[in-house]
């Protein structure tokens, strides 16, 4: 009888320690499961994760160092593309390839204008490339004047002439179009002068030659400041949106790397986004290397002046529309020697899912991660 006594004393005694402390080692053995997880999860995190994976590699070639290119350099500079695990090459190419426009040996892909890479081809030269993603949706130059004392009128060009590109030049071929829309009779109201190098134009301006020149950006912000001229219009403006900008590939690259284009399209996408959300003064701080020709007084205007024009659009897409209205101004031009129909000449694919899925969200939007964000992603930086 004594041992049951003993029994139920015992057992009493079990009782009020469980209701005294039962709380408490529930909770002691709660946190050692936890802890034993955690590092069995810390373990084969460090065990047995896989190396992150080498970036592909993209070699662009650019036919020049153009403002017009300002989201793809934006994109280099804040590190887009690398966000995708790409790296990517870009450089000028000389004389020769941009001549021949062979990318087989020097690049991947090709930064450059239609006009040049596409419509104006001869057939049969190899040339032939397909639209990945457009950069800019205007023509770039601008009509200076010697002196603008009163509001520019297309009528005050009757009987003067202008310093001019090559025919076959997109920017040409954008005064062209925009001197018919303002009825004005080529080479009879109006005289382009079309056979001197762009590289002696402004030059040429100075010393005299010329009612008006056609200039790009940064060369119509030089010529104003040596006071040779004043900007009169913004041709880009006076004509409608065409894609003047755009990344280039051979057909087959695409459907190779598919991957590597994705990549490449979303990268080029979210510069387009920061170029646009972000002032002229941060843009010309980020591309500042790129253009090393320039004071950043001098590239924070130009930026700023393309922005307010609606130089570049939030989506790296060429639309159907943009892409007809400068082959019908190349045709009639007198220049279209390869017309390519809009589902040839323009690979949609990329720049669709990038319009649809990229995002930049600025670093004052950014939320901390929540403790249990970290805690879920070994991320405690």
């Known amino acids: 009888m004594p041992h049951k006594h003993n029994k139920k004393a015992f057992a009493g005694k079990g009782l009020v320690f469980l209701k005294k402390y039962g709380r408490w080692l529930v909770l002691a053995l709660l946190l050692a499961l936890m802890a034993g997880l955690g590092a069995h999860g810390v373990k084969t995190y460090l065990l047995y994760s896989k190396e992150p994976a080498q970036p592909a590699v993209i070699k662009v070639g650019e036919l020049e160092r153009?403002?017009?290119g300002l989201p793809h350099y934006v994109a280099l500079a804040q590190g887009f593309y690398r966000e995708?695990?790409?790296?990517?090459t870009s450089f000028v190419l000389d004389k020769s390839t941009q001549a021949d426009l062979q990318l087989s040996n020097r690049a991947d892909v090709y930064l450059g204008n239609l006009c040049q890479a596409v419509f104006t081809r001869p057939l049969g030269t190899g040339a032939e490339l397909v639209a990945l993603a457009g950069l800019a949706r205007l023509e770039g130059s601008f009509l200076l004047g010697r002196q603008i004392n009163q509001p520019f009128t297309w009528n005050s060009l009757k009987k003067k002439s202008i310093l001019g590109d090559a025919?076959?030049?997109?920017?040409?071929?954008?005064?062209?179009e925009a001197l018919r829309q303002n009825k004005l009779a080529l080479q009879h109201q109006v005289i382009i002068i079309q056979n001197l190098p762009p590289d002696l134009k402004e030059g040429a301006f100075e010393a005299g030659v010329g009612h008006f020149?056609?200039?790009p950006e940064p060369q119509a912000t030089f010529t104003e400041q040596k006071g040779f001229g004043q900007k009169a219009v913004f041709l880009g403006g006076a004509v409608n949106p065409i894609p003047s900008l755009a990344l280039l590939a051979p057909?087959?690259?695409?459907?190779?790397?598919?991957?590597q284009c994705q990549q490449l399209v979303n990268g080029l996408c979210k510069g387009l986004l920061w170029l646009d959300y972000h002032s002229a003064a941060e843009a010309a701080k980020a591309v500042a290397r790129y253009f090393p020709e320039l004071d950043h007084q001098t590239l924070t205007g130009i930026i700023d002046q393309y922005k307010k024009l609606g130089l570049w659009g939030k989506s790296p897409l060429i639309g159907q529309p943009e892409y007809e209205s400068l082959q019908l101004y190349v045709k009639k031009a007198?220049?279209?020697s390869n017309p390519v129909s809009y589902q040839d000449g323009v690979y949609a694919k990329f720049a669709k899912k990038a319009a649809k899925t990229v995002e930049y969200v600025p670093p004052s939007r950014q939320q901390e991660k929540t403790w249990w964000e970290k805690l879920k992603t070994l991320d405690f930086k």
């Open 66 to 68: 153009s403002l017009l």
């Open 84 to 88: 995708q695990n790409l790296q990517v």
């Open 167 to 176: 025919p076959d030049s997109q920017a040409n071929i954008v005064l062209e």
């Open 213 to 215: 020149v056609q200039l």
């Open 251 to 259: 057909p087959a690259y695409p459907a190779e790397h598919s991957r």
């Open 334 to 336: 007198g220049e279209l």
